[in-house]
């Protein structure tokens, strides 16, 4: 940990493929084996605390936060002072093992609590998106970088988004109808994030405990259906991966004051019920800044991220921060 504090804003990294083999859409990146993922991890520099897998993807919890890993998708976020980037290479000389094609990637953050304590490549965005030009293969020629604006400037969001396009495959397929919804929240309410701390030291493990914080919170509550993988750190910290068929769930939790942090994404659909998702998310962290990013695949392939909301889901955060005001006085 930086002398400071823990840096609690993850990295995030979603690479898509695609291959001929049919069978890439059944296992596909599924077969790369446990030592080469910590191959992977090791040049991150964090490890698999604990994992479970279902019929559609496998799901690791990590020292810094988590990894899933589906046929043709991967999406690996890490907090502290990992070097994310650093598993490109490692993912791509896996995947092209496969047969697999790198198609997409996208890269965001948000703006770290201590950026001085990045180690390169993430010294700066610029930095940043230097070493993803350079490492991404050139056929993801449609490539953008941006910190798009942002009322807070400590929640500003960087993203990096780079395309391939080509007549072979002009339709590689993404289910437009799911989207991802990331919530990062700081200034967490400081009793409810004592909620995070290990109280019983004799005869728990990372797992019992990670158990009873999910109940304790309320956040087996969030999606009822979601099968949880949940780890509670040592003395305190805490990280889950929820599973519902194919959607994934996550939380990550620094809950440490003056630095306390708490992260919640899901995959979902606009059928869902997003209000009440966002309002159990904030009932469970009363943040004092939240910022809500959604990401969705447009039909020309390009995966695009916005900072600016579909209606709906500024009108839920605006329904759970209302909801909050009464209760919370800070
Ligand atoms: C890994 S968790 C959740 C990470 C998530 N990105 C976040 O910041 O909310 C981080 C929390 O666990 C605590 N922690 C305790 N032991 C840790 C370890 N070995 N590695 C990472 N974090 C640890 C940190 O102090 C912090 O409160």
Redesign the pocket.
């Not at 305190?236 to 990280?239: D, P, Q, R, W």
């Given at each position: 940990?930086d002398v400071s504090g823990?840096e609690?804003f993850?990295k995030r990294l979603e690479l898509h493929f695609f291959g001929d083999d049919p069978e890439i859409f059944t296992l596909g990146l599924r077969k790369i084996d446990f030592e080469s993922i910590q191959q992977v991890l090791e040049a991150v520099q964090c490890t698999v605390v604990s994992a479970v897998g279902n019929s559609y993807f496998d799901a690791y919890v990590l020292?810094?936060?988590s990894l899933f890993v589906y046929p043709t998708k991967i999406i690996i976020k890490t907090?502290?002072t990992t070097q994310l980037l650093k598993s490109i290479h490692h993912m791509l000389h896996f995947a092209h093992h496969l047969g697999l094609t790198l198609c997409s990637c996208l890269y965001t953050r948000g703006s770290f609590i201590f950026p001085k304590s990045q180690p390169f490549p993430h010294t700066s965005f610029k930095d940043e998106v230097t070493y993803l030009e350079d490492t991404i293969p050139s056929n993801l020629c449609h490539r953008k970088a941006s910190i798009m604006p942002s009322k807070s400037s400590s929640h500003s969001w960087h993203v990096f988004t780079a395309n391939h396009y080509s007549v072979s495959h002009p339709h590689i397929p993404y289910d437009n109808d799911i989207f991802t919804m990331e919530i990062c929240m700081t200034e967490l309410d400081p009793i409810l994030a004592r909620k995070f701390f290990r109280r019983n030291r004799d005869g728990t493990t990372g797992d019992s405990a990670g158990k009873e914080m999910t109940e304790l919170t309320g956040i087996n509550e969030i999606n009822p259906n979601a099968v949880i993988c949940d780890y509670a750190?040592?003395p305190?910290?805490?990280?889950m991966n929820g599973m519902d068929g194919e959607r994934y769930s996550t939380i990550?939790?620094?809950?440490?004051d003056g630095f306390s942090?708490?992260?919640f994404e899901c995959a979902g659909s606009f059928n869902d019920d997003i209000v009440h998702m966002l309002m159990k998310v904030v009932q469970i962290f009363r943040p004092g800044t939240m910022s809500i990013s959604t990401t969705w695949n447009e039909c020309n392939n390009e995966i695009s991220p916005e900072k600016c909301l579909k209606p709906e889901v500024v009108a839920a955060a605006e329904a759970a921060k209302v909801e909050e005001g009464g209760k919370n006085d800070r």
């Open positions: 940990m823990f609690g993850e020292s810094e936060s907090c502290g750190f040592e305190c910290g805490y990280s990550h939790v620094t809950p440490e942090y708490a992260s």
